[in-house]
């Protein structure tokens, strides 16, 4: 009846004007807008690689799962008690598996529509399909069958409004683009049922076939196909997924879809009147794989390489010459998070950084016993070329290994490590004080138990000796005294009102700790009116730094999940406790060593005549009297167009993205009038031994960081000129920030820190991925607590 050009005017006379209040349009979009509203730029699941930035055909593969009829007859009969279609519930069972792989609670999938609203189009060939983003919201920890019902309600006002082509809503909305991804969403979903009818040409029997493209137009897509028997019952699904080989090895893929199938048994087999929150979809090794794969992947984005490789021939050789070299490559792709690096791959092109290079250094050190360092990496950044710098330089002093120490072999006293020791100390001379606190709170969409919340923190204090150590000194002394995990509490605030959950937290995260003699960890759990919680786990700074956090809540969310199966956790042993580590520091640091002494010359020289003040105009005198500091924090921001300036001056000048903040931030200080000699101090990891990675503690270092601004360099000279300092520093941050006071015994003051009275730190911001937080399959975002103190000046 009509042709597919009838068809494009229709639609366009249809649709009408957008800025009509009473077209087609207008109503959809208004609709659009609101289901949208606030939506995450992206689905972040646990790739094997980080996303490409630039265009370009996405090379992609399949696998596939079968379902039992069984579970398909359960799945439709769920389907029929709640009013929903067979797809409603397939995609319930989606968004099960998507936030158990650590998508979040707020998740968008798209999926296809024929898009051919009228009968007329019906038997016309022709372009028609569209594609709507369908939006689900798991937060408040929902039933089964409260999820399918918020699936229903969600889908049926979505195919109320299917007539707006995809490209006009983008247009509209201009979400947040990236030429590596789909816009709203990257997972694409659809169920179908197989097709009984066979095809025939001329009369001859045919079977139609697919052609392997080996593309993905989108990450994933998740595809169910239902079959039925002869007699026209459920006989089974067949499970697809599609997925995209720049982001995900087989194996992934393979996971992802079985995740798929068991939240599909699970929607079929387990009441509707179930919570979502007691729905267990993964073992404990496939969450931690899960969790390393997150972390990896937050670390890998801060400073995607943005141009495509173009390999020299030697960059085409896969065989290494030298075995260490084979190892090293492996070392390169496991912190690269990539399947292979070749040998003459440069690292920062590859996606690398300086955090990532400091960990890369760490497994060098473990895996061939090289003393590597971070500048190493930047001079040589290929696998070949550091294997080439590492050989070629001399053997420098063996240093002490680090190995569990024996309780029976334990000293009486153990000491503390130097930055325990200073925190110690200040406590002593400051007096009672909020300003060491480490606050982690952590906002849960509905109620814990608490009985298995107390079991699980007694679970990871047993694991994290730090955790129940207490510190008290004789002869003015102080030292470690590990107790018993027994006395791990959790205290339970119910029916906080909702308009005071957030001052009660920050108030108890203000509570002072007396590390003498209480342990260093308290818990408060706040049982919001609307039904939601605030956990607030206080730790003092002596037995936590910021890497510890994630740890800590990775440990937490599995130990709650194994006792609320009254089960004790499976996790590996700690390869050492934090003990340990203070021993092996003190022998590492010992007077007679030529570790101590390397590291001592070099300080001494960087820090020669640094002024002992950086002069601001301050608004008031500096206190002279020690005592917790009042604090307060101001923000602003900075385009988008800036942040990739800074990029490619950070590239152009091979340095970091934190060199480059820290020659702006010198910049601005000299603006200020602090002189062209400042002085800066940065905070470092300090977990120089692989050993440590996992383990809860205070290892966290600060480097005093020079730049000398005089002779009026030119701003890239300046970079240069942070970077070959930051590099030098960051080579030495193994000495404790105190040693290094006490042995250049700069002139003292109690109302300022030593050496520098400006810290300045660049990090990633909390993206949904890293924010995003559960315990025991409770969705939760991790927040903040202003403590009102301020540790520096500035």
């Known amino acids: 009846p009509v042709q597919y050009a009838d068809y494009a005017l229709w639609q366009r006379d249809m649709l009408g004007d957008p800025e009509d209040p009473d077209s087609t349009a207008h109503e959809q979009l208004a609709f659009w807008r609101g289901a949208l509203d606030g939506v995450p730029a992206e689905t972040r699941l646990p790739a094997d690689r980080p996303r490409p930035t630039e265009p370009g055909q996405r090379r992609g593969a399949a696998v596939t799962l079968d379902l039992d ?17 067979f797809f409603m519930v397939v995609r319930s069972a989606l968004s099960l598996a998507l936030r158990a792989a650590g998508a979040g609670s707020d998740l968008v999938v798209g999926t296809p529509v024929a898009g051919r609203p009228e009968e007329a189009l019906h038997e016309l060939v022709g372009f028609f399909v569209n594609t709507l983003a369908l939006r689900t919201d798991l937060s408040g920890d929902p039933t089964l069958g409260e999820l399918v019902g918020r699936v229903r309600d969600a889908d049926l006002a979505a195919f109320a409004h299917e007539d707006l082509p995809f490209d006009l809503l983008v247009e509209d909305l201009n979400p947040e683009r990236s030429l590596g991804r789909h816009p709203f969403f990257q997972v694409m979903v659809s169920a179908r049922t197989a097709q009984d009818d066979p095809y025939h040409l001329g009369g001859i029997p045919a079977v139609l076939d697919g052609a392997d493209l080996a593309t993905a137009k989108f990450d994933l897509s998740f595809d169910c196909l239902e079959l039925f028997g002869t007699d026209g019952e459920p006989d089974g699904l067949r499970l697809g997924l599609q997925y995209a080989t720049d982001l995900y090895d087989e194996g992934t893929a393979l996971l992802l879809l079985d995740l798929f199938r068991r939240a599909l048994t699970a929607l079929a087999g387990r009441p509707d009147g179930t919570p979502l929150g007691r729905v267990d979809l993964l073992t404990d090794e496939e969450r931690r794989g899960l969790d390393r794969r997150h972390q990896a992947l937050a670390e890998a984005r801060r400073q995607r390489a943005g141009a495509r490789k173009e390999p020299r021939d030697g960059d085409r050789t896969r065989t290494a010459t030298d075995p260490r070299e084979e190892i090293l490559r492996g070392l390169f792709a496991e912190i690269l998070g990539r399947e292979e690096v070749l040998p003459g791959e440069n690292f920062f092109k590859l996606g690398g950084h300086s955090l990532l290079a400091g960990k890369l250094t760490n497994r060098i050190r473990g895996a061939l016993g090289l003393q590597a360092a971070i500048r190493d990496v930047f001079l040589a950044p290929s696998p070949r070329q550091l ?4 050989g070629e330089q001399e053997a420098g002093p063996a240093r002490p290994v680090l190995r569990p120490v024996p309780e029976e072999v334990r000293p009486e006293r153990i000491p503390l490590s130097y930055a325990q020791r200073r925190l110690w100390f200040l406590g002593r001379l400051e007096g009672p004080s909020s300003a060491y606190n480490a606050p982690v709170v952590l906002r849960l969409d509905a109620m814990p138990d608490a009985v298995v919340l107390e079991a699980a923190l007694r679970d990871v204090t047993e694991r994290h000796e730090v955790l129940r150590t207490v510190y008290p000194a004789r002869d003015g002394e102080p030292y470690q005294r590990v107790v018993d995990a027994a006395g791990t509490r959790v205290e339970v605030e119910e029916r906080t009102p909702v308009g005071e959950a957030r001052a009660r937290a ?33 730790v003092h700074h002596i037995a936590t730094d910021g890497w510890s956090v994630d740890r800590l809540l990775a440990d937490l969310d599995l130990a709650y999940r194994a006792r609320a199966e009254g089960r004790a956790p499976d996790w590996e042993p700690l390869p050492v406790q934090y003990a340990d580590y203070t021993l092996w520091q003190r022998d590492l640091l010992d007077a007679g060593h030529d570790f101590l002494g390397s590291r001592l010359a070099f300080w001494r020289t960087a820090l020669d005549g640094a002024p002992a003040e950086t002069r601001l105009p301050a608004d008031r005198p500096r206190s002279t009297e020690p005592g917790q500091r009042r604090g307060a924090v101001v923000t602003t921001e900075v385009d988008a167009g800036v942040h990739r300036a800074l990029g490619g001056l950070a590239r152009a000048q091979r340095a970091t993205f934190f060199m480059v903040v820290r020659s702006a931030l010198s910049l601005a200080l000299r603006a200020a009038g602090a002189g062209s000699d400042l002085v800066v101090g940065t905070p470092v990891a300090g977990r120089p031994e692989e050993a440590l990675h996992d383990l809860v503690g205070f290892f966290v270092n600060t480097l005093a960081l020079r730049t000398d601004l005089s002779g009026d360099p030119t701003l890239g000279e300046l970079v240069g000129r942070v970077r070959d300092a930051d590099l030098a520093a960051f080579a030495h941050d193994d000495l404790p920030f105190d040693l290094l006071v006490e042995d250049l015994n700069p002139e003292r003051s109690l109302g300022r820190h030593p050496f520098f009275q400006v810290m300045v730190s660049a990090q990633t911001a909390g993206e949904a991925q890293d924010t995003a937080r559960g315990l025991g399959g409770i969705p939760g975002t991790l927040d903040g607590a202003d403590l009102a103190t301020a540790k520096f000046d500035l």
């Open 69 to 85: 009829a069984g579970t398909h007859r359960g799945l439709t009969a769920l389907a029929r008690a709640r009013r929903a279609t």
């Open 387 to 390: 294997l080439r710098r590492l």
């Open 506 to 538: 920050t108030d108890f995260a203000r509570t002072t700790i007396d590390v003498t003699d209480e342990l260093p960890l308290r818990v408060r759990l706040f049982g919001v009116e609307d039904g939601t919680a605030v956990l607030v786990l206080l």
